[in-house]
Structure formats: structure tokens, C-alpha cells
């Protein structure tokens, strides 16, 4: 199997399970939103964002620098998980101290306390499941991690109707997280151990610190970057209160399940660049400017279309009870373009070991993420949060692709941008001329999209020859 194939394949089994978590979790969120209420639904995503942040603590970039070394070097996989568990276990530890402390200073409401603190517990387990899954990706045999994805959608799909038709308080929603994460953990333990490795648990204090010295930048990078992104949910509950973070959540949690796109190839590509780095720095670059293409192409029509369906996808998706969320989503839908490319800058910089000059990005990327919220969240709310959101991602993108061009290669945006503009364009006017049943103006612009782009001829031979590389049969010029 060729790289191109296994790019492919492991995108694809990924992505195919990211699509079935997708359509799943669409429908459980659907049911527990519209079930708690704006305020109920603000109190249990304020809990998952306080808690996404503190267990990011847990991991310190272990999982990262895992895939990217055990890559590698196969022989070194035993050593790597054992020794990182019982490090992630050890900050378990100290990051549910810390929220320990952070709610009994800052949360007086009983209630969502203990859901913090449920769902806190159900993040460690998930961090401590990465080490597993971590391997997974490191072999590039992405199929056990879809597995356990999908896995965990059926459950949750499951459990949360369950919850709704027994009339299940909001505790019970954040208990569905805890016990469905320890089930996924116990699936990625035994498929390790069964078709991978078994990891050598050891106190090895100098690899420890070899370990978190090499881990520490992406480490910090990602806590700056898991604030910068968390934080405007945070900052709502406490300043404009549930039912506006219910509000903001909503439109958000469409823009997460987006990520999976960029996110699910990043992940597949992590590897491969790694290899790539000290293998072929040219086969490096080209694989890099074709994802930068490809996922530039995918974000632009994304965000155009979004835009100018918001009121449709809110309705058909929350109903009534979230109208107001439209316009939060049609602000907060121009992340996804940048957030698209960000990934694969992301993926890029991390695989030829410049992981620790993001850091710097990150914490300014924090300080203006912060700094703007507070500026705007007491005068325009969600609204404010949303504005602050893009221009963050869009600092972000700038900061990391100055990076990446100067150790690299450069990008010329102009080139890579301006047909998916055109071809957004041409079919954002179908959008605003046809008015019919959305699924099926979404499918009709689609087919217009991808046909602008082949007039505009967009797709050169190196594009076909990946194509060919893909399948595997000789396509007509």
C-alpha cells in the first residue's frame, strides 16, 4: 500500500466513523437541548468546557509526541505507553484537585458543581484512553480508533434516550459522559494489548523528564489553545448566564462537528509527515500543499453556504426554542475555513519537531482571546464571544503559517484561494435564488460547487496522479 492509499485509507475509515459519531450525536444533542432547556443545556456545556480545559493538564502533549515517535521507531511503543500512563495518572490526580478548588471559589450552584466534577472525571478517563488510541495511530491502523468513536456514539445516542424517556435530572446526563468514557477505555486497553503491545510499566524518572521535556511545548501550545477556545463558554455562563451560553453552545457545538473533517485527516497525516521529515522533505512539502489545497477547498463553501442556511439548520435542528442562535452561528461559521487549514498547519509543524515556537503563538493567541472577551461578552454577549472566536482563529492561522512557510514552504494564497472563492460565489447565488427544501438546495449547490471548480480547472495532473494513486486504476486525461 502506497502513502497516498494509506492517507486515504486511514482518513477514510476515520471519517466514516466520524460520520456515523456525527449524525448520531446530531440527534442526542438534538434530544438532551431541546430536553434541559437553553439553562440546562448552558450548565452541562459550561461544565464540558471547564473541564476540557483542566484535563488538558492530564495529557501534557503525551499522546502527540507518542504517535509522532512511536512512528517512527515500533521497537519503543512498549516503553512509551507504559511510562506515559502512569505520568497522565499522576496529573489525573492533581488536575481534579484543581478543580476541587476552582469550584468550591467560583461555582455557588450545588447542582452544577457535582455536574463539574462527574464530568471532569469522565474528561481523565478520556485523556488516559488516548495513550491507547495513540498507538492506534501511530501503526496507521486507524480502524480500531473508529471503532471505539462509533462505539461511543451508540452508547450515548442510547443512553441519552433512556435518560429523556425517564424523565433523568441534568446529574444524570453528565453520569452518561463518565460511564460511556470508562467503556471506551476498557475497549482501547483490551485492543492493544490483544493486537498491538503491552505496555511496560516502570518508574523511569530520567525518561520521565526526557519525556515532558520533549512533550511540554506542545503541551503548553495546546492548553493556550484549548483556553483560547473554551474560555468564551466559560466566561458567558459567568457574565450573561445559562441561557445565553445555552444559546452560543448551540451554534457552537455545529461548529465542532465540523472539526471532524480537518480534524480526522490531520490525524491520519501526523504520522506520515513524521516519516516524511526524516525520509523526504520533498514528498514533506507536496503532501503539504495538497492538504492545505484540499482543505481550503472543503472550509470556503462550508462557510459561504452556512451563512446564508443559518435559519434554516438552527430550526430544523433545535426548533423554536434556539432562533436566536442563528446569527451566532452565521459569525462563528467563518472559523471553519481557517480552522480547516490550521489543522493541517498544526500537523505540519508538529512533524518536523518546530512544536515548541508555537508556544509563544498559542499564549498570545490566549492573552487576545481573553483580553477580547472581556471587552465584549459585558456589552454584546454571545455575539461578542462569536467575533472574538474568528479573530482568534484567524490570528492563529497567521501566527502558524508564517511559521510553517519559513521552515518549510510558502504557500502562495492568492493561488490556492481563489477558484473555491469563485466557485463559493456562483454557488452562494443558487442558495439566494432557489428557496425549496434544504437538503436538497444543500445537494444541488454542492454538485455546482465541485462543477465551477472543474471549469475553473482546479485540479491539476498532480491532482489526478493522486487520484490514480488512490484507486489504483489509470483515469483518462
Request: proline share 2%; charged share 10%; aromatic share 14%.
Amino acid at each position: 500500500m502506497n502513502t497516498a492509499q494509506k492517507i486515504v485509507k486511514n482518513t477514510t475509515v476515520l471519517l466514516i466513523s466520524q460520520v456515523l459519531s456525527f449524525l448520531l450525536a446530531f440527534f442526542y444533542t438534538i434530544y438532551y437541548a431541546n430536553y434541559l432547556g437553553a439553562a440546562g443545556f448552558g450548565i452541562l456545556s459550561a461544565a464540558i468546557a471547564l473541564a476540557g480545559i483542566l484535563t488538558i493538564f492530564t495529557d501534557l502533549g503525551l499522546s502527540a509526541l507518542t504517535v509522532r515517535e512511536v512512528a517512527r521507531d515500533k521497537a519503543i511503543a512498549s516503553k512509551y505507553m507504559g511510562n506515559t500512563t502512569i505520568i497522565k495518572l499522576i496529573f489525573s490526580a492533581i488536575t481534579f484537585l484543581a478543580t476541587f478548588i476552582i469550584v468550591q471559589l467560583f461555582v455557588q450552584d450545588q447542582q452544577s458543581a457535582i455536574v463539574i466534577y462527574i464530568i471532569t472525571i469522565a474528561f481523565i478517563l478520556n485523556v488516559i484512553s488516548g495513550t491507547f488510541s495513540a498507538v492506534f495511530q501511530a501503526y496507521e491502523e486507524m480502524e480500531y480508533q473508529s471503532v471505539a468513536t462509533v462505539l461511543n456514539s451508540i452508547l450515548m445516542f442510547a443512553a441519552v434516550y433512556i435518560a429523556i424517556f425517564y424523565n433523568a435530572n441534568i446529574m444524570a446526563f453528565a453520569m452518561i459522559y463518565l460511564i460511556i468514557n470508562f467503556i471506551i477505555l476498557l475497549f482501547n486497553v483490551i485492543i492493544c494489548l490483544w493486537k498491538f503491545v503491552v505496555p511496560k510499566f516502570e518508574v523511569d524518572f530520567q525518561f520521565w523528564k526526557a519525556l515532558i521535556m520533549e512533550a511540554y511545548p506542545l503541551a503548553i501550545a495546546s492548553i493556550f489553545a484549548l483556553i483560547a477556545f473554551k474560555i468564551d463558554t466559560i466566561m458567558l455562563a459567568f457574565i450573561s448566564g445559562d441561557v445565553a451560553t445555552g444559546l452560543y453552545s448551540a451554534a457552537y457545538k455545529l461548529l465542532e462537528a465540523l472539526m471532524f473533517i480537518p480534524s480526522v485527516y490531520a490525524t491520519a497525516l501526523l504520522p506520515v509527515f513524521s516519516k516524511f521529515h526524516v525520509s523526504s522533505q520533498d514528498s514533506l512539502q507536496f503532501s503539504y500543499y495538497k492538504s492545505f489545497k484540499y482543505l481550503s477547498m472543503l472550509g470556503i463553501p462550508i462557510a459561504v453556504g452556512t451563512t446564508l442556511l443559518a435559519d434554516q439548520i438552527i430550526t430544523f435542528i433545535y426548533r423554536n426554542g434556539y432562533t436566536e442562535a442563528t446569527v451566532i452561528l452565521q459569525i462563528l461559521i467563518w472559523a471553519i475555513p481557517i480552522i480547516f487549514v490550521s489543522y493541517v498547519l498544526g500537523a505540519s509543524i508538529t512533524s518536523i519537531n518546530r512544536q515548541h515556537e508555537t508556544v509563544r503563538i498559542s499564549f498570545l493567541c490566549m492573552l487576545l482571546n481573553v483580553g477580547l472577551n472581556l471587552l465584549l461578552i459585558p456589552t454584546y454577549g454571545y455575539l461578542g464571544a462569536a467575533i472574538v472566536t474568528v479573530i482568534t482563529e484567524l490570528a492563529l492561522f497567521i501566527f502558524y503559517f508564517h511559521l510553517i512557510s519559513k521552515y518549510l514552504c510558502k504557500i502562495k494564497l492568492r493561488e490556492v484561494l481563489m477558484k473555491p472563492l469563485i466557485a463559493s460565489l456562483v454557488m452562494a447565488l443558487f442558495i439566494i435564488l432557489v428557496k425549496t427544501n434544504l437538503f436538497v438546495v444543500i445537494a444541488i449547490a454542492t454538485i455546482i460547487y465541485f462543477a465551477v471548480l472543474i471549469l475553473l480547472k482546479s485540479f491539476s495532473e498532480d491532482d489526478k496522479e493522486i487520484f490514480r494513486q488512490i484507486t489504483g486504476k489509470y483515469l483518462n486525461k
